[in-house]
């Protein structure tokens, strides 16, 4: 009997850093925009060390609470086809971002209205399927916070580092010093 090779999903990736990231992919908010805040922070392992290598999507409503966004995510040159990505003047709702060499990534956006969070999706090495979870930028009354003990609570909100930078760091696995962020699951 022929072996059937392996599809994406049932190996260990990382396929998507190959042509998901794209120039501007971690501008949410317009260039220059005196509202925009920044999101940053490290995706850790199981075994508390950072993931080069992975890719995080974050999704927001605009200050306004409107979910339309702007186009403008995968903006191509007219002659080569190349993915030029964004050219900054919209606000958009949707950043790509990749980790660097240290497990690093960053965003700038605005801050969401109408909630208190930015709904995140995680691809890492080591995942057969992506993972939800939110980054909230305040300890918000929100149904979810309120449901969870404190020690789970405290993985989902960002730590204000000023008032235009919160970190907000994944972790994939509980490793004993640090709780897994807690991940939603969508049926």
Do not use: K
């Not at 409107?66 to 995968?74: F, K, M």
């Not at 969070?117 to 909230?136: D, K, N």
């Amino acid at each position: 009997m022929a072996e059937l090779a392996p599809t994406p999903s049932q190996t260990v990736g990382p396929f998507y850093g190959y042509a998901l990231p794209f120039p501007g992919g971690a501008d949410i908010a317009p260039a220059g925009h005196p509202g925009a805040i920044t999101v940053h922070g490290h995706v850790y392992d199981g075994a508390g060390a950072p993931v080069p290598d992975a890719l995080l999507e974050f999704w927001q409503p605009a200050p306004d609470g409107s979910r339309t966004g702007a186009p403008g995510s995968l903006r191509r040159d007219p002659v080569s086809g190349a993915v030029i990505g964004r050219h900054g003047l919209d606000f958009t709702g949707f950043a790509r971002v990749p980790t660097d060499a240290d497990g690093h990534y960053a965003i700038r956006t605005l801050p969401p209205g109408g909630v208190p969070y930015l709904a995140v999706c995680v691809f890492a090495r080591g995942l057969l399927h992506h993972l939800f979870t939110r980054a909230y930028l305040t300890d918000a009354d929100d149904p979810l916070l309120t449901a969870l003990e404190p020690r789970r609570r405290a993985t989902l909100i960002a730590i204000a580092e000023t008032e235009r930078v919160h970190r907000f760091d994944v972790r994939l696995q509980d490793n004993g010093a640090h709780e897994e962020t807690v991940f939603l699951d969508f049926p």
